[in-house]
């Protein structure tokens, strides 16, 4: 199975021809995902980054995803809803592109025997393609968090390049610079993709296609959603403890997070277990429709460019 259904005019696709296909259509997926889901991305790192033991002022304090939206928009302007946005923009090419490769790569090498590939294999795949595009984002996302982190007005706030610059003087490339946090962005994409692929390959593969174009855009969009609701609920501990570790320390000259399976059982003990679900409202707000935008996306680009190209 493959991750759209092909034509008759892309059979004829050669490898170096899919692979080109992919990163166009992986980067516009990217794209238009990041562009309307980026202010729930900027809420739930700002929920995630939240400590109620630090945070005593109550007109910081967020209570909510619209609590957090009205005193964003009050205190830093509507721009605010989009800081950091141009380190996922950067990103999103090579990392979506990066991931439908390793992912369609991995395939035949997880078959096990079997003739089509399994929701096992599917899983594996998307396992090994979130790992490997978390290798390649992470600057990106130390760059975004510290964005998103900052509270200043949107007109005040620090630039890309300003905080890029700022980081990499302060602390290098290395596990305290532009890599910080690197396995907890491993074990988060690596779990996402793993429950998103798995599960919208395998219950796509359990219907055929529905002749009516609305309909099929209708189930995939709903299949895409689910996945994207599973994934987040699965992988949301280490997206808060990579946030803590990416994110400003509560004692700027002490470093308190550090390691993913540290900063989990820090929360857990000072905080509680639902802590390490901040940010899960707005993040399945974001990835729900935001899983199935994207593998729609992705899917109808590729067979338009295989299809006229």
């Not at 003739?115 to 899983?123: H, I, V, W, Y």
């Not at 509270?151 to 005040?156: D, F, L, T």
């Not at 990499?168 to 998103?196: P, Q």
Request: aromatic letters at 12%.
């Amino acid at each position: 199975m493959k991750i759209i259904m092909p034509s008759d005019n892309a059979k004829e696709t050669t490898g170096l021809k899919r692979a080109c296909f992919q990163i166009l259509a992986g980067g516009s997926a990217g794209f238009v995902e990041v562009s309307i889901m980026q202010p729930l991305d900027v809420v739930k790192t700002r929920l995630q980054l939240q400590n109620k033991i630090v945070t005593k002022s109550k007109t910081e304090l967020y209570t909510g995803v619209f609590d957090c939206f009205k005193k964003m928009y009050k205190n830093e302007g509507v721009f605010s809803f989009w800081k950091g946005i141009i380190p996922p923009i950067m990103a999103e090419t090579p990392k979506r592109a990066l991931k439908f490769v390793c992912f369609e790569q991995l395939k035949p090498l997880l078959m096990f025997g079997h003739e089509k590939p399994t929701p096992l294999t599917f899983s594996l795949a998307g396992l090994g393609a979130g790992v490997t595009e978390a290798v390649a984002v992470n600057p990106f996302e130390v760059v975004k968090v510290t964005q998103q982190a900052d509270k200043a007005h949107a007109r005040k706030a620090a630039n890309t390049f300003t905080v890029t610059k700022r980081i990499i003087n302060e602390n290098g490339f290395g596990s305290k610079g532009l890599n910080k946090g690197l396995t907890a962005t491993m074990s988060r994409n690596g779990a996402f993709n793993m429950v998103y692929f798995g599960f919208y390959n395998s219950v796509k593969d359990m219907y055929s296609v529905n002749p009516d174009p609305t309909l099929e855009f209708l189930k995939k969009f709903c299949i895409g959603f689910v996945s994207g609701t599973l994934a987040s609920l699965f992988n949301i501990p280490f997206d808060v403890a990579k946030s803590r570790i990416q994110g400003p320390q509560p004692d700027p000259n002490k470093i308190k997070y550090k390691g993913t399976i540290n900063s989990i059982l820090i929360v857990y003990k000072e905080e509680g277990l639902a802590a390490l679900y901040k940010g899960l409202v707005p993040k399945v707000m974001r990835l729900g429709p935001g899983g199935a935008i994207m593998m729609l996306v992705f899917e109808h680009v590729f067979e338009y460019l295989q299809d006229n190209f």
